[in-house]
């Protein structure tokens, strides 16, 4: 298996601008997750969804923020318009709920808005 | 909403020594995780620890769990360079919500 795959890697923009970030959980997994990690407030969880469905989205900082889940193997986590204060790493996790609910990172993008 | 705090945030030991780091907790389990992640990485599950087991081993590292101090810990022995990275705990309570994580504690072992 592939793993959780994120694209891009790195992503440099400029404010104002709109970021898409892209996801793939792995294949068989029913949840997935975003987080966002920063050295200021570490590791935080923005939205999450099970079976494409969002079922919190009260970490997402902002309406500026937004999560599709269009099918069972695709995310995206949308920042319209990014601010230089959404730089950050973004990591989506997925897991199944059919066993333990331990999630599998992706590489995480690398984010970085001037 | 509770939160696996983990202690010490920075730890520094020699190659060989063994690194301990505690993790607490605020309100009542299903399980707790440990992960790791290396710089510029994706954070890595290492071990689970269900709240009725008390001590669980994975190679080198050693995870107990305190469900009555609402504590875990976790062990690496005989540590290596490799080891680097910074390790996270993660609570996971009785009620159909998700991972909670940690701040994460930074281990250094210099060889």
């Known amino acids: 298996d592939a793993g959780v795959i994120q694209s891009p890697r790195h992503e440099v923009t400029e404010m104002g601008q709109e970021v898409t970030l892209r996801c793939k959980p792995i294949?068989?997994?029913?949840?997935l997750f975003w987080y966002r990690q920063t050295m200021m407030r570490g590791l935080e969880l923005l939205i999450y969804?099970?079976?494409?469905?969002?079922?919190?989205d009260s970490g997402m900082p902002e309406d500026r923020f937004s999560a599709k889940m269009p099918n069972a193997s695709f995310s995206t986590l949308k920042i319209q318009p990014s601010e230089p204060r959404d730089s950050a790493v973004y990591f989506c996790?997925?897991?199944?709920?059919?066993?333990?609910?331990?999630?599998?990172f992706g590489p995480g993008t690398r984010l970085t808005v001037l | 909403s509770q939160q696996g705090e983990e202690d010490p945030q920075a730890l520094s030991i020699q190659e060989g020594e063994n690194a301990t780091m505690n993790c607490s907790y605020k309100?009542?389990?299903?399980?707790l995780q440990w992960y790791r992640q290396n710089s510029g990485r994706g954070l890595v599950h290492l071990i689970l620890?269900?709240?009725?087991?008390r001590e669980k081993h994975s190679g080198r590292l050693r995870v107990t769990l305190d469900t009555s101090k609402k504590s875990s810990s976790l062990l690496i022995t005989a540590s290596r360079a490799a080891d680097t990275a910074s390790y996270f705990c993660?609570?996971?309570?009785?009620?159909?919500?998700?991972?909670?994580f940690g701040k994460g504690t930074r281990l250094s072992v210099i060889a």
């Open positions: 993660a609570t996971r309570n009785s009620g159909n919500t998700p991972l909670v």
């Open positions: 969804f099970n079976n494409n469905v969002p079922i919190d």
């Open positions: 996790a997925s897991s199944s709920r059919q066993g333990t609910d331990t999630q599998y």
């Open positions: 309100t009542s389990i299903n399980n």
């Open positions: 294949s068989g997994h029913n949840s």
């Open positions: 620890i269900r709240s009725n087991e």
